[in-house]
């Protein structure tokens, strides 16, 4: 009985030896340069999810609670800086490394944190061509892009088929020059030619992209008035949504439907674009007007509390990506890197995100997988959830309500 006891205690003494002093989590971010208002608004879900995490005693490894200590770099909206950043990072003894912003940047450092095998928790990153590279330590919060124009296109085909968009539709395809831009514009030629009652519904008049970070979008706005279009749909960053539809204003162009992908109700966009950015279609990953649970309710608050604004999806991926990586660390019982590479492959946690779990299936590459919720920017400033069904909570609004009838399609 005796002895016993002591091999418990020689034990528990070891597991409490072999803990770390610290959990050690880096990211290099954007946070200067042409995405940084984007990384900007990452380091706050990320900052937001260890504070609250020490908070409440740190993340517990092997029944010791340990701090979680956040270094975070900036990696200048630059690629290369990016990858030096994440090996600067490993070389400190980084135990897991949290994602930058954007598919672009992110396919740089997760190919360093692959070679030296860390865990990269990519809270953003939605080109599914990342996780066709056949990497083992990469994880994406992000469902994949081409769900995006699934989305938009879902909502737009029960709006023609209630008789608000016109049938045929002239449609109209903006894109980044980027793995994102082309998936997202593969997924609405996807979805408008799959079935012949489609190909009817649907017409494709303009298919064109534009290079990252564009200043003069006046060429591609001029082909945009010329080909008449009812239904315009852009994937583009916050910057060049920003420029692009300033621009766009100042035509005098308006649509039947508009969307810049997963950017529209942003707040530093309604700023600048005041009442233009009105009835813009967004399909995003979270949005703070789902429906709430408990844990939604609390991450509302605490954001609010520290930030004295409402958080949007880069904020919520953020945060959900630090709790992943903390999950994971405490299921593995240790820091070694292969042990929480393993503890990722398995996870599957409750979650802010749609569907409510996480997983990150070895089938898609470790990409989660879960459906996007379509928003409209409304006067007020709200952009309220409005497909799909069960998610919504207003009706959406077509045609816009903002075009005069003459000036509907740049006529």
């Not at 672009?104 to 190919?111: C, I, R, T, W």
Request: a neutral charge; aromatic letters at 8%.
């Amino acid at each position: 009985m005796i002895r016993g006891f002591l091999v418990a205690a020689i034990i528990a003494g070891a597991v409490q030896a072999a803990a770390p002093r610290e959990l050690k989590l880096g990211a290099a971010l954007p946070l200067s340069g042409a995405e940084s208002k984007s990384g900007g608004r990452l380091r706050d879900g990320y900052e937001l999810g260890a504070d609250l995490a020490n908070q409440q005693g740190g993340v517990e490894i092997g029944g010791v609670h340990v701090p979680v200590k956040l270094t975070l770099v900036d990696d200048k909206s630059d690629g290369a800086t990016d990858e030096r950043a994440v090996e600067d990072l490993v070389n400190q003894g980084t135990d897991l490394i949290l994602g930058t912003f954007g598919s672009s940047l992110v396919e740089k450092g997760s190919a360093v944190s692959e070679k030296l095998q860390v865990p990269y928790v990519a809270a953003t990153g939605a080109s599914k061509a990342l996780y066709q590279r056949g990497f083992k330590h990469l994880f994406g919060l992000q469902s994949p892009i081409e769900q995006l124009g699934s989305a938009l296109m879902r909502w737009a085909e029960e709006e023609q088929q209630n008789g608000k968009l016109p049938s045929p539709a002239r449609v109209a395809i903006i894109w980044e020059k980027t793995s994102h831009g082309k998936e997202y514009t593969e997924a609405i030629k996807d979805f408008t030619g799959k079935t012949p009652r489609r190909r009817a519904a649907w017409q494709i008049v303009m298919d064109e992209s534009f290079d990252l970070n564009s200043k003069d979008f006046k060429p591609v706005l001029d082909r945009l008035k010329a080909v008449n279009a009812d239904v315009v749909l852009v994937d583009a960053h916050l910057p060049d949504y920003i420029t692009m539809h300033g621009q766009y204003a100042k035509t005098g162009m308006c649509h039947k439907m508009i969307s810049y992908g997963a950017r529209g109700p942003e707040r530093e966009a309604r700023d600048h674009l005041k009442a233009s950015a009105d009835y813009i279609t967004s399909a995003v990953w979270w949005s703070d007007e789902m429906a709430h649970n408990a844990r939604t309710t609390q991450f509302l608050k605490k954001f609010n509390d520290r930030y004295k604004r409402s958080p949007d999806w880069y904020e919520a991926l953020g945060y959900e990506a630090v709790r992943v990586a903390l999950e994971a660390v405490h299921r593995a019982g240790t820091t070694d890197r292969a042990a929480v590479r393993t503890a990722l492959t398995e996870l599957k946690m409750q979650s802010l995100l749609p569907g409510g779990f996480l997983a990150f299936p070895e089938q898609y590459g470790g990409q989660a997988q879960y459906l996007f919720v379509v928003q409209q920017n409304q006067p007020d400033g709200s952009a309220p959830v409005i497909y799909p069904r069960i998610a919504a909570v207003k009706e959406g609004v077509a045609p816009n309500p903002a075009c005069p009838q003459a000036k509907v399609a740049g006529k």
